[in-house]
C-alpha cells in the first residue's frame, strides 16, 4: 500500500475530449413539449442551447489548464484511491481543515473557497484565522475510486476515511465543513472523531429531525411541525430524483453514462433549482460546463448516485445528540433545500450548536457565496480558540 500522498494529473486525455465534442455535435433532442420551462424539468430549449454552447464554445484546452493549475494529490487507503486537492496556507500558525462536497457537484465547487481560507487578509479576513485547506472527493466522484461494498458509502464511513486522510497529511486535530453529503460526513467526523476534529461546520443538510429529532415525550413544536409539512410537500413536488436515485440507481446511472444530454439535463436542473445562480450568465455557464465535462470525462455519474441507495445504512445517514461530540456549528440560507428549518431542531440534534443564517446564496455556497462562507468558517474556528 502507498503510505505517503501522490501528485496525481488530472487531465483527460484528447481522445476523451475529441470523443466528447464529437458526440455533443450530433446529439438527440426530443420534439417540441407543450411545456418549455422549469416547472416539468430542464427545458429543452436550454438543454438544447447549453449542449450546443458545450459542444462549440467551451475551450477544453483552458478547462485542462484550469485543472492542472490546482494542487492535485491522491492516497491509496484500504486499497483505494482517494483524490484530494491539498493547499497549505503561507500563514505559518493556519490550522488544517478538510471540507467535502456533495451532490451534484464535486471539488470544484470548492475552489472558490480556497483562498478565503488560505489568504483570509484578502478577503475581509485576519492572517491568524487562515487554514491548510483538504478537498477531497468524495468515494465515486471525479477521481475518487468507488468501492465494491455499499457500507462503505455511507456518511460515517466516508468520516473515518477523512480521519485516516488527515492524519497520513499530518493532520491529527483539524477542523471540518461541508454541505449535502459533505454535511452529513461532517457531522458523523464530530461524533465518531471528537479527538481529532476541532469543530464541524455543516449545513443544514446535517439536520434529521423526521427520522431522529431527538424528542423525549414525541411532541414537536408548532413551528416544528410547520417546516416538516413543508419538507414533505417538496418531497412531493421535488423529490423525485432522489427517490429513483435511493431505489434504483443503476437505472439513472445507464441512463446517464451513454448520454452527455442526459447528464446536462440531470444535473443543471439540480443547480437551477438549488441555487441562486443565474444560469443564463457566462461564468455560470462555465462552471456548469466544467463539472458536467468533469463527470463525463470521469464517468463518475453512475457511481456518484450510489450514495443515495447507500444513504439509510447502518449507523444511518445522520447521527443522534452525542453531548461528546465535537463542537458543531450549523449554517442555513432561505435559497438552500427547505429554506431555513427552526434553529431548535439543530438544538436537539447536536449539543450546544452555533447557527447562523447567511443572507445570500444556496446549496451550493462554496461557489454561490464563497466569502460569506468563508467568514463563517473563520468566525466560528476563532470562537474555539
Known amino acids: 500500500m502507498t503510505q505517503e500522498p501522490e501528485s496525481f494529473d488530472p487531465a483527460p486525455g484528447q481522445t476523451t475530449t475529441s470523443a466528447l465534442g464529437a458526440r455533443l455535435l450530433t446529439a438527440r433532442f426530443p420534439a417540441e413539449q407543450p411545456v418549455d420551462d422549469w416547472s416539468a424539468g430542464t427545458p429543452v430549449s436550454f438543454a438544447r442551447d447549453l449542449v450546443n454552447e458545450w459542444a462549440t464554445a467551451f475551450d477544453f484546452d483552458e478547462y485542462v489548464a484550469r485543472l492542472r493549475a490546482l494542487p492535485h494529490f491522491r492516497l491509496e487507503i484500504d486499497g483505494a484511491w482517494t483524490h484530494f486537492l491539498h493547499v497549505r496556507s503561507p500563514h505559518p500558525h493556519a490550522r488544517p481543515i478538510v471540507i467535502t462536497h456533495g451532490w451534484p457537484s464535486s471539488f470544484l465547487e470548492i475552489v472558490p473557497l480556497l483562498e478565503p481560507l488560505t489568504r483570509p487578509e484578502l478577503h475581509g479576513g485576519r492572517a491568524e484565522d487562515a487554514f491548510h485547506v483538504v478537498v477531497p472527493s468524495v468515494p465515486g466522484f471525479a477521481y475518487s475510486d468507488t468501492f465494491r461494498k455499499l457500507e462503505q458509502?455511507?456518511?460515517?464511513?466516508?468520516?473515518?476515511?477523512?480521519?485516516?486522510?488527515?492524519?497520513?497529511?499530518?493532520?491529527?486535530?483539524?477542523?471540518?465543513?461541508?454541505?449535502?453529503i459533505g454535511a452529513r460526513v461532517t457531522a458523523w467526523l464530530a461524533v465518531r472523531h471528537p479527538d481529532a476534529v476541532l469543530g464541524a461546520h455543516v449545513s443544514t443538510n446535517a439536520l434529521s429531525p423526521v427520522r431522529t429529532p431527538g424528542v423525549h415525550d414525541g411532541?414537536?413544536?408548532?413551528?416544528?411541525?410547520?417546516?416538516?409539512?413543508?419538507?414533505?410537500?417538496?418531497?412531493?413536488?421535488?423529490?423525485?430524483?432522489?427517490?429513483?436515485?435511493?431505489?434504483?440507481?443503476?437505472?439513472?446511472?445507464l441512463a446517464v453514462a451513454d448520454s452527455p444530454v442526459a447528464l446536462a439535463a440531470w444535473v443543471v436542473e439540480k443547480w437551477q433549482a438549488w441555487s441562486t445562480l443565474d444560469l443564463t450568465a457566462p461564468a455560470t455557464r462555465t462552471t456548469l460546463l466544467t463539472l458536467l465535462t468533469l463527470y463525463w470525462t470521469t464517468g463518475s455519474f453512475g457511481s456518484s448516485v450510489m450514495h443515495y441507495h447507500a444513504h439509510d445504512l447502518f449507523p444511518g445517514s445522520r447521527p443522534t445528540k452525542d453531548p461528546a461530540a465535537a463542537p458543531v456549528a450549523v449554517y442555513a440560507s432561505r435559497s438552500d433545500i427547505g429554506g431555513v428549518p427552526p434553529r431548535s431542531l439543530a438544538e436537539r440534534q447536536f449539543h450546544h450548536p452555533r447557527w447562523s443564517v447567511l443572507p445570500r446564496g444556496g446549496h451550493f455556497m462554496a461557489t454561490e457565496e464563497p466569502d460569506l462562507l468563508a467568514q463563517d468558517i473563520r468566525e466560528f474556528a476563532a470562537g474555539l480558540r
Open 153 to 180: 458509502l455511507t456518511a460515517a464511513s466516508i468520516a473515518d476515511r477523512w480521519q485516516v486522510l488527515m492524519s497520513r497529511l499530518g493532520y491529527e486535530s483539524f477542523f471540518a465543513s461541508g454541505g449535502d
Open 219 to 253: 411532541t414537536l413544536t408548532a413551528e416544528e411541525n410547520e417546516w416538516l409539512a413543508s419538507m414533505a410537500t417538496w418531497a412531493e413536488q421535488d423529490g423525485a430524483y432522489h427517490h429513483l436515485q435511493a431505489t434504483k440507481p443503476l437505472t439513472a446511472a
